[in-house]
């Protein structure tokens, strides 16, 4: 299910520490989910975003992406506006995608050539994103049914995030992100009422 991870499950779900500031008064949340930063230089060529639950907001320009803590007013950047991808090699498993992906050589520039997209909120600490490495054959078909790839499905590979915001287990092929992300919030609820059971 999951081919690499760095840390250990439990380490990946134990809770944040609380933040020395709260930053969400730069932020301005609709009842809609969108969200507006005030006096945040670092998110100002981005425009409006939108609020993906906790406290979690992620940004769009073009192909650029970015996802905020609004809390901590921690930053994580996931592709600049060229479609380079940002994050570091360790948040990509390169080894697998090569493995189990036809086309997974196109990671290795780390650019984004189809679809980068979150495919969950952010719920009980973690949600997911997908990245289209390669579409399904139809995309390439011209206006009159031609020009179709043989392949059916297309070729992704998933990474989670926490609401640091961080990447925790990096971007690989997975048989079922659901499952991953339903793991990790059962065991990060299992840590939380133990806490509060100790008070």
Not at 27 to 55: C, M, Q, R, T, W
Not at 107 to 128: C, I, Q, T, Y
Request: hydrophobic share 35%.
């Amino acid at each position: 299910m999951i081919k690499k991870c760095a840390k250990s499950i439990n380490s990946i779900v134990i809770e944040d520490e609380e933040p020395c500031c709260d930053m969400r008064e730069h932020f301005l949340v609709s009842k809609e989910g969108n969200v507006e930063a005030i006096n945040f230089p670092l998110l100002k060529e981005y425009g409006k975003g939108y609020h993906i639950g906790e406290d979690i907001a992620e940004f769009r320009k073009g192909n650029a992406y970015v996802i905020v803590n609004m809390k901590t007013g921690k930053l994580l950047k996931i592709s600049d506006n060229k479609g380079n991808l940002l994050v570091e090699d360790k948040a990509i498993d390169f080894e697998s995608i090569h493995e189990h992906l036809e086309h997974g050589y196109k990671v290795d520039s780390k650019h984004v050539d189809f679809w980068l997209e979150r495919v969950s909120p952010m719920r009980d600490g973690f949600s997911a994103l997908a990245w289209t490495i390669y579409p399904e054959g139809r995309w390439f078909e011209d206006e009159d049914g031609f020009g179709a790839e043989p392949n059916e499905k297309a070729e992704v590979a998933y990474c989670i995030i926490s609401s640091c915001p961080e990447i925790v287990i990096p971007y690989q092929p997975m048989n079922n992100v659901d499952a991953v992300l339903k793991i990790l919030r059962e065991q990060k609820c299992k840590i939380k009422q133990k806490k509060y059971e100790i008070k």
